[in-house]
């Protein structure tokens, strides 16, 4: 009776050391990208989404692939709209391409430019602008979680 749990306990904790091992995103380094070789942080790529495999500190994998319209504007929601891209998306943010930047800590606001005007716009902060050629790639962060199919729409 104990053998049987002692094997149990065994292949449990064996399990877990290789899954924690396989997400890790270990790589073989004579395996690099062009891009790391460069100095851009190395990517593990999955299908439809990519994370950082070093110094990651995500919760959630972020989606990339498709390249979303969407129009910006400032936290009170005046001005005209800047037109900007969708790069990337999560259920907590958002990676925007914009023709220009934005300080860390900038509060906008963000919907698909398909929606139409009834669409309610989605409020986020700017964690990080830098420049990516010639366009802006901003880090946003949700101020308030939107429900899962909200989050679609930018996917």
Sequence with gaps: M????????????LALLIGNLALRGHKDPSSQDADESEGASPRVKSGNSSWNSIGERRMWVRRSGSCVAVYVVDVNGQGKPIEGRVNDS????????????????????????????????????????????????????FLRTPSYDVVLTFA
Aim: net charge positive; aromatic share 8%; hydrophobic share 40%.
């Design 2 to 13: 104990y053998i049987a749990a002692l094997v149990g306990l065994l292949s449990m904790g």
């Design 90 to 141: 999560s259920p907590t943010g958002l990676g925007l391409l914009m023709p220009y930047g934005f300080g860390a800590g900038t509060r906008l606001r963000v919907r698909p430019s398909s929606s139409g005007v009834m669409t309610s716009w989605i409020d986020v902060a700017v964690r990080n602008s830098r420049k990516q050629g010639s366009e802006w790639h901003l880090g946003c962060q």
